[in-house]
């Protein structure tokens, strides 16, 4: 089992930057593919960014594809999402998860029925 808590999410202006964290607790770390997913009353829970294992392979929401960088350190059992050019549309509780399934060499997953542990979230914020 693992545990997870964000941190990072605040107010910033559209254009903006803001760096979520994930620190992982428990279980080791690297045994877990990993993935960002957003959620807000109206759209519910949306995949945002995953990374596999060992880091070698990323998937992103077309959404945020080329503002958002997913990255982890293993060995300070961290997962992080640099999220770049902010719009008002990326307004959102940010949620860590982690996933059992699959391989070490396996891409992390993109649905979330396919992650077994997260975090309690992050208030995201951009104002127009």
């Known amino acids: 089992q693992v545990q997870l808590v964000e941190s990072g999410g605040g107010l910033v202006q559209a254009g903006g930057s803001l760096r979520l964290s994930c620190a992982a607790s428990g279980r080791t770390f690297s045994s877990y593919a990993m993935g960002w997913f957003r959620q807000t009353p109206g759209k519910g829970r949306e995949f945002v960014a995953a990374?596999?294992?060992?880091?070698?392979?990323?998937t992103y929401a077309d959404s945020v594809k080329g503002r958002f960088t997913i990255s982890r350190d293993n060995a300070k059992n961290t997962l992080s999402l640099q999220m770049n050019s902010l719009k008002p549309e990326d307004t959102a509780v940010y949620l860590c998860a982690a996933s059992a399934r699959g391989t070490y060499y396996s891409s992390a997953p993109v649905v979330e029925e396919q992650y077994d542990y997260w975090g309690q979230g992050t208030q995201v914020t951009v104002s127009s």
């Open positions: 990374i596999s294992r060992i880091g070698g392979r990323t």
